[in-house]
């Protein structure tokens, strides 16, 4: 089966831009979600979707941050406007549910400058 | 809350020789435990999980581990190393059902001649 697609690979941005990223997951997974991965650490959840519906972003900077998921399959992340500590790798995962585990993406490295 | 301890930032082995990597949680019931593993550049793949039965897991790549309740523990093992299996190891914890996986900070494997 495919894996998760996800886009860019890489994306160089100064401060204060927007930036987007995009997921596919893999077909007929209802669960997605978006990690971010600082340099050094382990992912961090962003926010969980339940097909198009959002199930937990209480982690997620609503501030700058914003994700959707359209038609309950692929999904974007946003960032507007960014600082430098949003500098990371954000990974899309899917699954059929937490018993199955996830599978990633292999993410997005953004880099603010 | 849910939590994942990896005590060992950075682990340094010889080709050939055994390994184990040690990961601790805190979780009130039986929780859904994973091994993950990130080369460098990708996404996370799935090593192994556990969440009943045997309490001792076999995974891809030939590794394993073992779920010891009474030291909250879900350490993992491989008896040779191999120079591909250097890379960044993540432990990680659910509660079941479609909630999220809590990840710990990772290891980072080196592998020597």
């Known amino acids: 089966e495919a894996g998760v697609a996800q886009s860019p690979r890489y994306k160089i941005i100064e401060k204060r831009q927007s930036v987007a990223f995009w997921c596919n997951p893999i077909?007929?997974?209802?669960?997605l979600y978006w990690y971010q991965q600082i340099l050094g650490q382990g992912p961090k959840l962003l926010i969980q979707f339940q097909n198009n519906g959002v199930v937990d972003d209480s982690q997620l900077p609503k501030d700058r941050f914003s994700a959707e998921r359209l038609k309950g399959v692929d999904s974007t992340l946003k960032i507007q406007p960014a600082k430098l500590e949003d500098s990371a790798v954000y990974l899309c995962?899917?699954?059929?549910?937490?018993?199955?585990?996830?599978?990633f993406g292999s993410g997005t490295r953004l880099t603010v400058v | 809350a849910q939590s994942v301890t990896q005590p060992d930032i950075h682990i340094t082995v010889s080709e050939g020789a055994s390994l184990e990597l040690r990961c601790n949680y805190s979780y009130g019931a039986t929780p859904y435990l994973f091994w993950y593993v990130q080369s460098p550049g990708q996404g996370l793949q799935l090593l192994l999980k556990?969440?009943?039965?045997?309490?001792l897991v076999q995974g891809i790549k030939g590794f394993e581990a073992e779920f010891k309740r009474s030291q909250s523990s879900f350490n993992l093992r491989k008896p040779s190393v191999h120079w591909s299996d250097a890379a960044e190891y993540f432990c990680?914890?659910?509660?079941?059902?479609?909630?999220?996986?809590?990840f710990g900070k990772g290891t980072r494997l080196s592998v020597i001649a």
């Open positions: 077909s007929g997974h209802a669960t």
């Open positions: 995962a899917s699954s059929l549910g937490t018993g199955n585990g996830y599978t």
């Open positions: 556990y969440f009943s039965g045997d309490t």
């Open positions: 990680a914890v659910g509660e079941g059902g479609n909630t999220p996986l809590v």
